[in-house]
C-alpha cells in the first residue's frame, strides 16, 4: 500500500477517531476476513491502557535502522558497479570504531537487509556519508545526507531547534523521495518518518525510545536459558535466586564500633 506524499492533509488521528475505525472494522469482519477501515484492521486491548496517538511511538531500531536504510542501500546497488561495491565493502570491513562500540561488517552492501540494527545504526548516523560521498550520484548522495542529518538531530537533540530543523529536513526528504527514486518508496515506513519531529517533542531522542536498550537486556536475560526446553522457567528460575542470595548493604551502628587504631593503644 503506498501513501504518496501529495495526499498528506496533517490532521492528526485522535484516540477517539481510532477506537470509531476499529469498531467499524469489526462490524465489517465476517469470519477470517479482516476488514482494515482507514487502514485499522480492528480493537486492541492495550488501548483501554494507551492513548493513540500520543502514546504509541515509532520505534527508530526497526522503523530506520531494519527497514529503511537497508532498503534504501538496496535501491543504490542497482545503479553502483561491481568495483564500487567492492570498494565500499572493504571500507566498511576496514573500519575501525571506539572500544565501546562493536561493530563488524561482515556481509556486503549487497545484502544490508542481513545487517543487525546496530549496524545500520552506525552507517546512518556516522559513516554512511564519508563512505558514500565517492560512490553515489550527486542527487542520491544530496539526498542521503538531508536523510542523515535529520535522523541524527532526531537522535539526541539539543535544543527545540534541533528538534524543528530535523523535521523539516525529513518532510524535505519524504516530499522528494519519489521524485529522487520513483513512486515505490512511498510506503508507510517512509510516510512514519513525518512522525518522528512530533514524537521527539513528547518523548524525547529517538536514542531514549528505541528498542536497542531492551534488545540488549533481552541478550542478557537469554544467558540463564540453557537448551531450548522450559526457557521461561529456567530465566525465572535463576532470576528468582539472584534476587533470594543477593547481598543488601547495610550501616553499622557507630557506637558498636570498636576503635582499633595504634593511636588509641588497642590491639
Same mark, same amino acid.
Given at each position: 500500500m503506498l501513501y504518496p506524499y501529495s495526499n498528506n492533509d496533517y490532521t492528526a488521528r485522535t484516540h477517539d477517531s481510532y477506537l470509531k475505525s476499529a469498531r467499524e472494522a469489526v462490524k465489517k469482519s465476517k469470519g477470517h476476513k479482516e476488514v482494515a477501515v482507514n487502514g485499522i484492521k480492528g480493537l486492541s486491548y492495550l488501548f483501554e491502557i494507551f492513548r493513540y496517538p500520543d502514546q504509541i511511538i515509532y520505534d527508530y531500531m526497526h522503523l530506520v535502522c531494519l527497514c529503511h536504510i537497508p532498503s534504501l542501500i538496496s535501491r543504490w546497488c542497482s545503479c553502483l558497479n561491481k568495483l564500487s561495491i567492492l570498494d565500499i565493502d572493504k571500507k566498511l570491513q576496514r573500519l575501525r570504531t571506539p572500544h565501546n562500540i562493536k561493530v563488524a561488517f561482515l556481509e556486503s552492501i549487497k545484502v544490508a537487509s542481513l545487517w543487525k540494527a546496530k549496524n545500520s545504526r552506525l552507517f546512518v548516523l556516522y559513516v554512511g556519508v564519508p563512505i558514500m560521498?565517492?560512490?553515489?550520484?550527486? %542527487?542520491?548522495?544530496?539526498?542521503?545526507?538531508?536523510?542523515?542529518?535529520?535522523?541524527?538531530?532526531?537522535?539526541?537533540?539539543?535544543?527545540?531547534?534541533?528538534?524543528?530543523?530535523?523535521?523539516?529536513?525529513?518532510?524535505?526528504?519524504?516530499?522528494?523521495? !519519489?521524485?529522487?527514486?520513483?513512486?515505490?518508496?512511498?510506503?508507510?515506513? @517512509?510516510?512514519?518518518?513525518?512522525?518522528?519531529?512530533?514524537? &521527539?517533542?513528547?518523548?524525547?531522542? @529517538?536514542?531514549?525510545? !528505541?528498542?536497542?536498550?531492551?534488545?540488549?537486556?533481552?541478550?542478557?536475560?537469554?544467558?540463564?536459558?540453557?537448551?531450548?526446553?522450559? &526457557?521461561?522457567?529456567?530465566?525465572?528460575?535463576?532470576?528468582?535466586?539472584?534476587?533470594?542470595?543477593?547481598?543488601?548493604?547495610?550501616? %553499622? &551502628?557507630?557506637?558498636?564500633?570498636?576503635?582499633?587504631?595504634?593511636?588509641?593503644g588497642n590491639i
Open positions: 560521498v565517492n560512490h553515489l550520484p550527486t %542527487l542520491l548522495f544530496s539526498h542521503f545526507i538531508i536523510y542523515s542529518l535529520a535522523i541524527k538531530l532526531l537522535h539526541a537533540p539539543q535544543s527545540k531547534e534541533d528538534i524543528l530543523l530535523g523535521e523539516r529536513l525529513l518532510d524535505y526528504y519524504c516530499r522528494t523521495a !519519489s521524485k529522487v527514486y520513483d513512486s515505490s518508496i512511498e510506503i508507510f515506513s @517512509l510516510h512514519a518518518h513525518l512522525h518522528l519531529g512530533h514524537q &521527539v517533542r513528547l518523548h524525547g531522542g @529517538l536514542a531514549h525510545t !528505541s528498542a536497542f536498550s531492551f534488545e540488549s537486556a533481552v541478550r542478557y536475560i537469554k544467558k540463564n536459558a540453557h537448551g531450548s526446553t522450559n &526457557v521461561a522457567s529456567q530465566i525465572a528460575y535463576w532470576n528468582n535466586l539472584r534476587c533470594t542470595t543477593q547481598m543488601k548493604k547495610f550501616n %553499622l &551502628v557507630t557506637n558498636s564500633l570498636m576503635d582499633v587504631s595504634e593511636e588509641n
